[in-house]
């Protein structure tokens, strides 16, 4: 049952992505890519030669392959290595990655679109790694949700710029979240907006489930493990240099968050964590992940 | 001497496991240059000699110890740990204040624990000060110092420094609350001065601790490495004691209380972490 509250916010996110003029489209590739991957017998070769038809796309699945998430044993150089390392299941999540960051490319808007990129890909990454210590069994299915989980944001930076200059201009200095300012200035948040686009892109159902409950992990509805995973990695980045440049105060009582609680109930060990460690552990990996982020925006 | 990645990780975490003090790998360098310094001193040519002499628990010497102080000498100055005070002003302050507000206890006391030569205790001074006109506005502050050296507790309390101790210090508060002399000599300001009582204390004289009382925000900054586990967790259930339901207790940048004290709870903020009841 959706509360009211809740309604309200979707039906004005709703109306407010009707009316967005604008507004981006996810290239036709990927939805050729998804097609194409829905037949069971598709042929490797068939799906290479629809990724080929974009350059700068094939070179990102590429970088994409050679990064820290899949870190091949050898460099991989041709697409078509790389979808035979990739697998079928990881294609079509790569290329919808690959699909939004063209969406927004050179869209810098309030945020530069690489700072919004080193966060999305910080959370990427750190939600690997707290899947791999939960024993969540699709790492790359959280790899993946840390990359998109803030689309709603990067859509108000860039589609909707003036009242996202608001929105930053109202919380520097003071302690408050976007999705609060949002909620005061817009009616809706970065969660209900991402969720819109999301369902209309077609994305597949979990990940609608974490862009729009990764502030509020306790309404998650279709994977509560996945929705947890992305809020912690969300948090930690945001404390840990991996942030929107300093321009949202992020403080948190780790005991008291959901996700803690949510993940510790799937896996027990997980209390044991040195936290302090693990923060120390991902400060040293702020400088790779920029790298990451710049070599993916390399033509 | 060049410390090879893999000596690097391997006395990074004998450190972190024995102190709680993460080196980050942007330290490394400084790293090797304290320690190179440790190895001259013992004549000690290579790494693995040195840090076996390190883990050797019946070294009389206390290396450990003895690398700690080269690590920490001359570390301290004033705004030394930005994002703390950052935290501090935007987020905790007001929020202790605003507390305080309620049950009208008009009155905030800090304690600097391990203070040295004063840096630490003295920037809270003056970041309070800075509050006067506005949320501190007629308000008590209390501010107390200790260390367990006689040495360091003159130089506090005289509030003398030299350019090393200002580097870090925004140019607002060098220009308001120093004296600039012949010779790069600071002089802190009286009205900072006058907010802060230094005194002697060891940290683990339990007779004296239990007489810390009602503090607002305690802070420990690189103190604790020095004392092994059991001693770490018998401090630092005196400083849950003795600090205020609703304060907060900070260590150093690079600190961890992990498996020292699980009664804290962890707040994590950009770039730090602070403990809460």
């Known amino acids: 049952m959706i509360s009211p509250d809740k309604a309200s916010r979707l039906q004005k996110a709703e109306t407010m992505i009707r009316e967005t003029n604008n507004l981006p489209t996810i290239p036709e590739i990927a939805t050729r890519v998804s097609h194409l991957l829905d037949d069971p017998d598709v042929e490797l070769d068939q799906v290479a030669e629809v990724i080929l038809t974009d350059q700068v796309m094939a070179s990102r699945v590429i970088k994409i392959v050679n990064s820290p998430m899949f870190r091949p044993m050898h460099e991989i150089n041709s697409l078509k290595r790389a979808l035979i390392y990739l697998g079928f299941r990881r294609i079509r999540e790569i290329a919808l990655t690959c699909s939004i960051i063209k969406t927004f490319e050179g869209k810098d808007g309030v945020f530069d679109i690489k700072t919004f990129w080193q966060h999305s890909f910080g959370v990427g990454i750190v939600a690997k790694i707290i899947a791999q210590r939960v024993r969540y069994p699709e790492i790359e299915k959280a790899y993946i949700c840390g990359i998109v989980h803030d689309i709603g944001e990067v859509f108000l930076s860039s589609c909707l710029r003036e009242e996202f200059q608001k929105i930053v201009d109202l919380i520097k200095g003071t302690c408050h979240s976007f999705a609060e300012a949002e909620m005061l200035m817009l009616g809706t948040t970065h969660c209900e907006l991402g969720l819109c686009l999301a369902k209309k892109w077609n994305f597949p159902l979990e990940y609608c489930d974490v862009i729009e409950n990764h502030h509020t992990p306790e309404d998650a509805s279709f994977d509560p493990m996945l929705v947890a995973i992305i809020n912690l990695a969300d948090l930690f980045c945001s404390v840990r240099n991996l942030d929107y440049d300093n321009r949202e105060w992020v403080s948190f009582n780790l005991a008291e968050e959901k996700s803690w609680e949510i993940l510790q109930r799937f896996s027990p060990n997980f209390s044991d964590l040195d936290v302090e460690r693990f923060c120390f552990e991902l400060d040293e990996r702020v400088a790779e992940i920029e790298e990451l982020v710049l070599s993916i925006f390399e033509k | ?277």
């Open chain 2, 1 to 277: 001497m060049t410390l090879s990645e893999s000596n690097f990780e391997t006395l990074r975490d004998f450190i972190y496991n024995f102190c709680g003090m993460f080196f980050h790998t942007g330290r490394k360098y400084f790293l090797e240059s304290r320690i190179t310094r440790r190895m001259e001193a013992r004549g000690i040519k290579d790494y693995p000699d040195y840090f076996k002499l390190l883990r050797s628990g019946s070294d009389s010497s206390g290396e450990l110890k003895l690398l700690l102080t080269e690590i920490t000498t001359n570390e301290t100055c004033f705004f030394r740990n930005t994002q703390q005070i950052a935290a501090l002003e935007r987020q905790f302050l007001p929020e202790l204040v605003e507390t305080k507000k309620k049950i009208g206890f008009r009155k905030i006391r800090i304690w600097s624990a391990g203070s040295s030569s004063g840096e630490e205790a003295y920037t809270f001074a003056m970041l309070l000060l800075e509050k006067r006109a506005t949320i501190l506005k007629d308000w008590v502050i209390e501010i107390i110092g200790t260390d367990i050296s006689e040495k360091v507790l003159v130089q506090a309390r005289e509030g003398v420094y030299n350019n090393y101790s200002v580097r870090n210090m925004p140019e607002l508060y060098r220009k308001k609350y120093f004296k600039e002399e012949a010779g790069g000599t600071f002089v802190l300001a009286p009205e900072a001065k006058k907010l802060v009582t230094f005194t002697s204390l060891n940290l683990y004289d339990d007779s004296r601790m239990v007489f810390m009382k009602s503090f607002d925000i305690i802070i420990c900054s690189n103190v604790l490495i020095y004392f092994d586990t059991p001693a770490k967790s018998k401090i630092v259930q005196h400083y849950y004691n003795n600090l205020q339901p609703y304060g907060y207790f900070f260590l150093g940048q690079s600190e961890s209380l992990h498996s020292v004290n699980d009664k804290f709870k962890t707040i994590h903020f950009p770039g730090g972490f602070a403990y809460k009841k």
